[in-house]
């Protein structure tokens, strides 16, 4: 009993670290520009192929692998930023429709690149790790430590620098943000190559954990969905919050039934979240 | 009466067109581009009062599955599992509608995304009823007037008709004063309630009546693929529909059959280069939203109100 317990626990949380990588970018991005980013999984991807392309290919470093593709993903957030969200700030449907849009033309481009050949990265770190009866893979726990360094440095960026005060006001109230000098123009790139840099050490850490192929965005994608919902839209914390218990949750049901039941429950929670508290449990009420 | 008539001359030429190019290929895309233009229309609906439902995809299987297990388990005749089956959905529409029409925005979007992945999910997972990952096999071609519509010309004229249906009401509904007080819903819904106009049933009343259109072309597509797989009426069918309405113009029903007049042949002409053409798709819908947001009707229009100030 204790050993499942602990197992459901261990599970739960490993997966959660990563929900929580993606869903702050996607949060952030909301909150910032008011932007359902459906292209969220497709930045995930683009840094799994990235570091397959760096790693794999030419025989990199992994772990520079890692940092050079999150900030080049990153940079390419900012510059999607510019070029065809900007237009839409403010109408949150067509922006959404324009994250859809480019959600399908990166997958597609992908595919002509790459083939629907799921690739490998190979493992930087093998073998187990056991606590009494609990067997814990070390990549696992080595993607896990390198999550919660990420998280600790966007965690000092927003708290201690000025461009994270700005961002924090944006998310407050973007008008009276604007009026103490905070520039959209300059917060709103800044943000969203931010969002898709965590999404972009999400899909690097992972590379190595799964294959790598043109659709492998789509999930995460939509644990980001559900994490941010129930830890309310644009809220930071939130985010955090809501992937310990998606993680959690999940980690119960798959356990105890089967992986498609847990998805279930978790749609359930979204559902009953957004009718009966749609900020979230986190979120504050933006009207 | 001048329009009912060009209608009129418009829809018998295209009924006849299959029988005159005798072509199964062509009759196939005739018949999709019909399913899809009840589709679009049907989100048309939602997108007037500016709540776009992520549930039609599964709205769409409910259709499909409903109309095949009323032929299949219970032996119905085919026109009383197509209403049966569209009336369910309408049904559900109306339970969830109640509470789900409050919720605006994109919140509404990620309710029904979610609410539409919950039935699909349950399609997978039921395996007794809904046949599981492989869905529902052998649905049977259904039997109108006594005779049973075995080759695509007959499904070509039910689609047709079908979306001859859709267009007529929709655009019947936006001509009416019901049409006047959902438009003004998503403009100006604070002022359309102060003139004691209570607003949710109009809401209610619309997103019940797409419900039904997307139900019957579920239905429809169901018996016409003779298979029905939970992986066809995901995330993806609503995506479509909003392209197809955005790329045709959501201004006025036309542009929504244009929209389908575009895309829908596009991925069975372009077969080969399957995901050359998702990108096309994607980089299209890019530069319309970008360049032209009112879309084909919107370009047809502004190109026509030039000509005329020419004359």
């Known amino acids: ?287 | 009466m001048k329009y009912s008539l060009k209608l009129l001359a418009l829809v018998a030429a295209l009924a006849v067109l299959p029988f005159l190019l005798r072509s199964p290929f062509l009759t196939h895309i005739g018949v999709m581009t019909g399913l899809y233009t009840a589709l679009a229309l049907s989100m048309n609906l939602m997108l007037r009062i500016g709540q776009i439902s992520f549930a039609h995809g599964a709205f769409m299987g409910l259709g499909a599955y409903g109309s095949a297990l009323l032929v299949m388990r219970l032996g119905l005749p085919f026109p009383v599992a197509f209403f049966g089956a569209a009336l369910g959905v309408t049904l559900l529409a109306w339970l969830v509608g109640l509470v789900f029409l409050r919720i605006r925005g994109v919140y509404f979007v990620l309710l029904t995304f979610a609410f539409g992945e919950i039935i699909v999910l349950t399609f997978v997972e039921w395996v007794s009823l809904f046949g599981g990952s492989s869905g529902l096999a052998g649905v049977p071609r259904p039997v109108l007037f006594g005779q049973q519509i075995q080759g695509r010309n007959g499904f070509y004229l039910l689609a047709l008709a079908l979306a001859v249906f859709a267009y007529s009401s929709v655009r019947a509904i936006y001509r009416s004063e019901l049409g006047a007080v959902i438009t003004s819903l998503d403009e100006n819904e604070a002022l359309t309630q102060s003139l004691g106009i209570d607003s949710r049933r109009y809401r209610l009343a619309t997103f019940c009546f797409s419900a039904f259109l997307v139900g019957m072309s579920g239905a429809v597509y169901g018996h016409y693929l003779t298979l029905v797989t939970p992986e066809d009426y995901g995330f993806w069918v609503p995506v479509h529909l909003v392209v197809i309405n955005v790329i045709g113009g959501m201004a006025h029903p036309v542009g929504s059959v244009l929209g389908a007049l575009l895309l829908v042949p596009l991925p069975e002409l372009l077969r080969d280069a399957k995901q050359y053409q998702v990108l096309l798709y994607g980089i299209l819908l890019i530069v319309f939203l970008l360049f032209m947001p009112d879309g084909l009707y919107g370009m047809f229009k502004r190109f026509r109100r030039a000509r005329e100030a020419v004359k």
């Open chain 1, 1 to 287: 009993m204790f050993e499942l317990a602990t197992k459901i626990v261990i599970n739960g949380l490993t997966s959660s670290l990563v929900y929580i990588l993606m869903a702050l970018g996607f949060t952030l991005i909301f909150g910032i520009m008011r932007v359902i980013n459906f292209a969220h999984g497709e930045l995930y991807m683009i840094a799994s192929f990235l570091v397959f392309a760096l790693a794999g290919s030419l025989g990199w470093n992994y772990y520079l692998a890692v940092l050079v593709a999150a900030v080049a993903v990153g940079l390419f957030g900012a510059l999607l930023e510019r070029v065809l969200f900007r237009p839409f700030v403010g109408r949150e449907l067509n922006g959404m429709i324009m994250a859809l849009a480019i959600s399908i033309s990166l997958q597609a481009s992908a595919f002509i690149l790459f083939g629907t050949d799921e690739h490998s990265v190979p493992r930087p770190i093998s073998g187990v790790l056991q606590f009494g009866g609990v067997i814990v893979p070390r990549d696992r726990l080595a993607v896990g430590l390198m999550a919660v360094v990420v998280l600790a440095g966007f965690y000092v960026f927003m708290r201690y620098t000025k461009a994270g005060l700005a961002m924090r006001a944006v998310v407050q109230d973007q008008d009276i943000a604007s009026i103490y000098g905070v520039r959209p123009k300059i917060i709103h790139p800044l943000a969203f190559g931010l969002g898709a840099m965590l999404a972009g050490f999400a899909g690097a850490l992972m590379a190595p954990i799964y294959t790598v192929y043109p659709y492998m965005g789509s999930q995460p994608m939509l644990k980001a969905f559900i994490v941010v919902i129930l830890g309310g839209l644009g809220s930071v914390p939130g985010a955090v919050l809501g992937g310990v218990v998606l993680g959690l949750t999940e980690s119960v049901f798959a356990t105890l039934i089967n992986t498609t039941v847990a998805t279930m429950v978790s749609f359930v929670i979204v559902v009953v979240i957004l009718l009966v508290k749609p900020t979230g449990l986190m979120g504050r009420s933006t009207r």
